[in-house]
C-alpha cells in the first residue's frame, strides 16, 4: 500500500546533540510537510516542500533545518535540541495535481524526548 | 489572523448516540474545510472535506456540515462506537493557500460502551 513511512518511531536525543528525523513516502506527491505536534494542541506547520520549492513559516527557529534530496524523501534536522523541542514530530504529503483541495496524508510520526 | 476553536473538553456519549463536535473559526473565509481522525501516538487521517457551497456531506456514518454565516462546521458521528473514540481535528485552507492547512487543536472523543 501507499504510505508515509516515519523513521524512527521514538527518539530520544541529549539536550543540544543533533538529530535527524526521516521521512519516505511511496504515493508519488509533490508537496511535503513537517509538523510539530505538543500534546492536545494543533500541529504546527514547520515547513513544507512545493515540488523543490522550500517554504519555511515565518516562526519557525533556526535550530529547524530539513533536506529533500529526492521527491520521495524529506529529513528534518534539529541542530541542538532543547527541552521545548520535545515533542510529536509528523511529516505529511499532499498532491498538487489532483485537481482536488490539499487533503494531507501523515506518517505515524516521531515522538521525540530530549534529556 | 486567522483562528479555529473546538471545544478542549473531551466529549462522552453513550455508545449508540450521535456524537456532535464543533468547530468554529474567525477572521477568515475559507473555501474548503477537512475533518481529520487522530488517535493517540499517530498521525491524523482524512475523513471528509466540504466545500463552501455545500450545506452537508456525508460518508457511511460521518456527516459534516459548512455554515458559512455562522462561520461553524458541525462533525456528526452517528450510531456511536467505542472504536469511534478518537480525537477529531478540523482544519481549513490558509489564506494563501499554498496547500497549506490551519488546525484546530481537536476534541477528544470518548465513546463509553
Known amino acids: 500500500d501507499a504510505m508515509v513511512i516515519q523513521n524512527p518511531r521514538y527518539q530520544v536525543t541529549q539536550f543540544g546533540k543533533p538529530v535527524t528525523l526521516s521521512c519516505s513516502q511511496t504515493?508519488?506527491?509533490?508537496?511535503m510537510y513537517w509538523y510539530q505536534q505538543k500534546s492536545s494542541q494543533a500541529p504546527k506547520l514547520l515547513f513544507h516542500y512545493y515540488d523543490k520549492d522550500f517554504n519555511n513559516e515565518a516562526d519557525t527557529p533556526d535550530n529547524f533545518q530539513s533536506r529533500r534530496p529526492n521527491t520521495s524523501f524529506c529529513f528534518l534536522d534539529i541542530r541542538s535540541p532543547g527541552l521545548g523541542d520535545a515533542a510529536m514530530y509528523l511529516c505529511a504529503t499532499s498532491s498538487s495535481s489532483s485537481g482536488g483541495r490539499p487533503i494531507q496524508y501523515f506518517g505515524a510520526g516521531t515522538r521525540l524526548s530530549v534529556l | 489572523s486567522q483562528k479555529i476553536e473546538q471545544n478542549s473538553e473531551a466529549l462522552n456519549i453513550q455508545e449508540g448516540k450521535t456524537a456532535t463536535l464543533t468547530c468554529n473559526y474567525t477572521?477568515?473565509?475559507?473555501?474548503?474545510l477537512q475533518w481529520y481522525r487522530q488517535d493517540p501516538g499517530r498521525g491524523p487521517v482524512f475523513l471528509l472535506l466540504?466545500?463552501?457551497n455545500e450545506k452537508e456531506k456525508r460518508k457511511e456514518r460521518l456527516k459534516v456540515t459548512f455554515d458559512t454565516t455562522l462561520k461553524q462546521s458541525l462533525f456528526h458521528i452517528t450510531a456511536s462506537q467505542p472504536a469511534d473514540s478518537a480525537t477529531y481535528l478540523c482544519?481549513?485552507?490558509?489564506?494563501?493557500?499554498?496547500?497549506?492547512?490551519?488546525w484546530g487543536a481537536g476534541t477528544k472523543l470518548i465513546i463509553k460502551p
Open positions: 482544519a481549513l485552507e490558509g489564506a494563501d493557500s499554498n496547500y497549506q492547512l490551519i
Open positions: 504515493l508519488n506527491h509533490n508537496v
Open positions: 466540504i466545500r463552501e
Open positions: 477572521n477568515y473565509s475559507p473555501a474548503y
